[in-house]
């Protein structure tokens, strides 16, 4: 019969649990990982929403380039911000609030996108083959995406309940 042997240098045997043990430091690099992707997908929102601002705007509408690039930034916000809240967990389970708050950013982004495209899926004011025009109603289907994505991640934060101290035991005498 053959037996396991541990070398001194593999590590020590972990008993099952829920959380992973993982080194503080690893929590802190994912979170600034997911909080640099946020900011640079927030850059590419900007290019994308105001392109004015970085000396690229060619056209007095919004068209499908900048439509197109504002929501590829607010996919890569929301893949940043999803890294970043799920680092603050440091590998505890997820409660059911979080769970929600997941899909609920999932389900604002394809909002977002829907109403954003609908000129070009054929499903806006404006359909093909005229000039995709940004309107009024694209514009509030991407402010409801927007905001509920926002309430996705309020429910991803990992709020702590203070757990009640147990009484001192007494001494059995």
């Known amino acids: ?90 590998g505890e389970p997820l409660s059911i609030a979080a769970d929600i708050g997941q899909r609920l950013v999932a389900t604002g982004y394809v909002i977002a996108v829907f109403a954003g495209m609908a000129d070009i899926f054929g499903m806006g004011s404006h359909s093909l083959p005229g000039i995709p025009y940004f309107g009024q109603w694209q514009a509030r289907g991407v402010e409801v995406g927007q905001l509920l994505i926002a309430v996705g991640f309020l429910l991803m934060l990992p709020f702590t309940h203070s757990r009640p101290t147990p009484p001192p035991e007494s001494p059995q005498g």
């Open 1 to 90: 019969m053959m037996t396991a042997q541990i070398s001194p240098t593999s590590p020590p045997p972990v008993a099952a649990t829920n959380t992973v043990t993982r080194p503080y430091r690893y929590w802190q690099r994912r979170a600034r990982t997911g909080l640099i992707l946020t900011l640079f997908g927030f850059f590419v929102f900007l290019m994308g929403a105001r392109p004015g601002m970085f000396g690229l705007d060619r056209s007095p509408v919004i068209g499908f380039v900048q439509i197109a690039v504002f929501l590829i930034g607010l996919a890569i916000i929301c893949i940043g911000g999803y890294v970043s809240l799920l680092a603050l967990w440091k």
